[in-house]
């Protein structure tokens, strides 16, 4: 099975360079399983956030859009799960919330934390003093 990577994600989500996302969007309607592992759903929000500026909101929305896909074979209901969580608490990293969720989700909570932000706010970080 193919996979997307990070850059053809963001070119089929911002449409900014045309041409390419139009192949993205070939191959997603092609019948056949695409895979988007982790890392490529957790760069693409951190590059739709922190450089392109766009907001929780409409990245909740881009995440639902890809993991919504037919053909794609993704952590889907583990990032469904997600997105909430990082859109209810701003001021944790898409990485922190991923992180704290997947603790809790796999009983190895609690997350060990320095971030005194986070181990406040999800129940599943705990301060490591």
């Not at 969007?25 to 988007?36: H, R």
């Not at 909430?84 to 809790?104: K, M, R």
Request: charged share 20%.
């Amino acid at each position: 099975m193919p996979a997307l990577d990070t850059n053809c994600l963001l070119r089929w989500i911002l449409g900014d360079v045309p041409e390419q996302a139009a192949r993205v969007d070939a191959l997603l309607g092609s019948g056949e399983t695409i895979v988007i592992s982790d890392v490529a759903l957790i760069e693409t929000v951190f590059v739709l956030e922190k450089v392109k500026k766009i907001n929780r909101a409409t990245i909740e929305k881009v995440v639902a859009l890809i993991v919504g896909q037919d053909a794609v074979l993704c952590n889907r209901d583990f990032f469904l799960e997600l997105i909430p969580v990082y859109v209810g608490h701003p001021a944790l990293s898409f990485v922190d919330c991923y992180l704290a969720v997947l603790a809790q989700k796999t009983d190895t909570a609690p997350l060990f934390t320095f971030d005194k932000k986070l181990a406040t706010q999800l129940p599943a970080a705990k301060l490591l003093a």
